[in-house]
């Protein structure tokens, strides 16, 4: 019997790259990047794996395979990040040490971002491409990190979607003007948010085991192509190769300074977001225990999504379809989603918010308009 594998790769050397591609497409069927699905016997799979091993470096190189069951898979949605063009998007990766749910977690709670993120002077946002928390708000001169800091105590909406869930955070900054920030879930295990008035990060958590797990980011641009290298090297300053683990992590204290601290960050960890939500969900130990916590107003989105997942269970377990299990036809009809960081009008809000994304897409050359609700 065939089961169906995605296998992805990340290999350091173009030759053994080259080689790798060539032994996959005799498998499988190229997916996207450095992605293929194959259906395999038992006999194919050690086979390929042979191969592959002959070919690839074993410290400078990675192949993962992900086994997805047997029978034809779920069709992929029409995401953004799916249908962009290579050059419009940049992908990567980076491990964390503890249950996927933490990792999720931490990314559809839009309040945190004004403690766990706080600076407390602002940068220049000019120096900060393709850095989370960094830009201004679109439509205005406002820093995102003014906005966060200073208002810390957001309203946060949820609606239901075809993909899970929308979340649309409030944050008034005056009588005429309203911080919005929409950003979403994509069932069961990624969320969208954006990252700059012109660019979407879409990450998935993915379990390694029930104690780590590995995020995966397609950022995608809506204006100009992605600086790869730019994105690359910044990252990389956090991350080492081949497992994509943190320099900053909890044998260091997560570069904690006291006096940082004191005088620049509320966490006192550096810079870089990554470290402090490294820090927020390894530090809730390996599998939080969640019988022992009390979900407050901003953990709206959490308790929305944890009901979403009981249900899904619920219907795997009795033979029925979950959400976001896909037919081809199904798989078109998803698209976007939509993401913002904007200061509106706070009588137009959510027609600011639509046009905001109508008028990103058209002007991309690449985007499909997100279907009316
Ligand atoms: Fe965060």
């Known amino acids: 019997m065939r089961s169906s594998y995605l296998v992805s790769y990340d290999i350091a050397d173009e030759k053994r790259l080259r080689l790798v591609f060539k032994t996959m497409r005799a498998y499988g069927d190229h997916l996207q990047f450095s992605v293929f699905e194959c259906q395999l016997t038992a006999a194919d799979l050690v086979r390929l794996r042979g191969e592959l091993s ?17 029978g ?23 491990h964390v040490a503890c249950n996927w749910l933490q990792t999720l977690e931490v990314g559809i709670d839009p309040a945190h971002a004004s403690f766990l993120h706080r600076f407390f002077e602002d940068h220049n946002p000019a120096g900060n491409y393709g850095i989370q928390f960094r830009s201004t708000s679109a439509d205005s001169a406002l820093p995102m990190t003014k906005i966060m800091r200073e208002y810390p105590r957001p309203q946060i909406d949820t609606e239901y979607t075809d993909y899970g869930f929308r979340i649309v955070t409030l944050r008034a900054i005056d009588d005429l003007r309203t911080h919005i920030r929409v950003t979403n879930l994509l069932f069961p ?25 590995y995020w995966y980011a397609i950022f995608t641009s809506f204006g100009d192509p992605v600086d790869k290298q730019a994105m690359r090297r910044h990252r990389l300053e956090l991350y080492t190769l081949p497992d994509y683990k ?48 009390h979900l407050g107003a901003s953990d709206k989105a959490i ?28 798989a078109e009809r998803i698209r976007g989603p939509i993401t913002l960081d904007g200061i509106a009008d706070a009588r137009a809000l959510e027609s600011y918010w639509r046009e905001f994304d109508a008028k990103r897409r058209k002007g991309s050359g690449w985007a499909a308009m997100y279907p009316a609700e």
């Not at 002959?54 to 047997?70: C, M, N």
């Not at 034809?72 to 980076?94: L, M, Q, R, S, V």
């Not at 969900?281 to 019988?291: C, L």
Request: aromatic content about 10%.
């Open 54 to 70: 002959a070919i690839i470096h074993h410290k400078e190189d990675q192949v993962l395979f992900v086994y997805l069951g047997p």
């Open 72 to 94: 034809e898979p779920p069709a992929f949605p029409h995401f953004d990040c799916f249908i962009a063009p290579e050059n419009y998007t940049f992908a990567f990766k980076g």
């Open 189 to 213: 295990n990624a969320f969208v948010v954006p990252l700059s008035p012109e660019m979407t990060v879409t990450q998935w958590q993915v379990p390694i085991d029930d104690v780590s797990c």
């Open 246 to 293: 943190p320099r900053l992590n909890a044998a260091n204290d997560y570069g904690f300074n006291a006096a940082e601290q004191r005088r620049q960050t509320y966490t006192g960890m550096g810079d870089d977001i990554n470290v402090h939500d490294q820090w927020a969900v390894e530090s809730q130990g390996p599998i939080q225990d969640r019988t022992r916590e």
């Open 303 to 330: 308790a929305v999504y944890r009901r979403i997942l009981i249900d899904a269970i619920k219907r795997a377990a009795a033979g029925e379809r979950p959400l976001m299990v896909l037919d081809e036809a199904a």
